[in-house]
């Protein structure tokens, strides 16, 4: 009940529900060509190596920096592009990680910033997971992106 100011596929009739449950049903309504693989465990370094089995980038959407580093440390490991982003309050901040090219999260945030005790604000994690999925897109489209260096 408390985030669901930042929610926009999951509603206060789908709380008790798994959020990536309801997701994945409004995901199918919105576009029934979609796949949607659903994943209701936590990440953690006991399954981190399965739940990024086969992919081909990762999107950091988590609410912790405990997550965000160990999917970093994968995303390195692996060489996989790992999507940023993080709001806290009014503020966020996205950034894309190119293995080998780019600086890594890790590099950026050498500590976990202290927990928030403001608020997030709904509308800034909708500018952030935009911007955030721009990012994905451009890296994936290859336009309007520039590798590091270039």
């Keep these: 009940m408390s985030n669901l100011n930042r929610q ?8 008790g529900r798994e959020k990536a449950e309801s997701f994945e049903e409004k995901l199918s309504q919105m576009n029934p060509d979609v796949e949607v693989a659903v994943m209701t465990q936590r990440i953690s370094e006991d399954n981190v190596a399965d739940v990024i089995k086969g992919s081909d980038l990762i999107v950091d959407a988590m609410d912790n920096f405990q997550t965000r580093y160990l999917l970093n440390r994968v995303a390195l490991e692996k060489k996989i592009p790992f999507f ?3 709001v806290y309050g ?5 950034t894309t990680i190119i293995p080998g090219e780019t600086a890594c999260l890790r590099c950026i945030f050498p500590e976990a ?14 500018v952030i ?11 994936i489209v290859g336009c309007g ?6």
Excluded: R
Aim: with cysteine.
């Design 8 to 15: 926009i596929l999951h509603w206060e009739k789908d709380i």
């Design 84 to 86: 940023h982003g993080g």
């Design 90 to 94: 009014f503020e966020g901040q996205v």
């Design 113 to 126: 910033p202290a927990p928030e005790a403001f608020p997030v604000i709904g509308a800034t994690c909708g």
């Design 129 to 139: 997971g935009c911007i955030q999925a721009t990012e994905v897109v451009k890296y």
């Design 145 to 150: 992106w520039e590798e590091p260096g270039v």
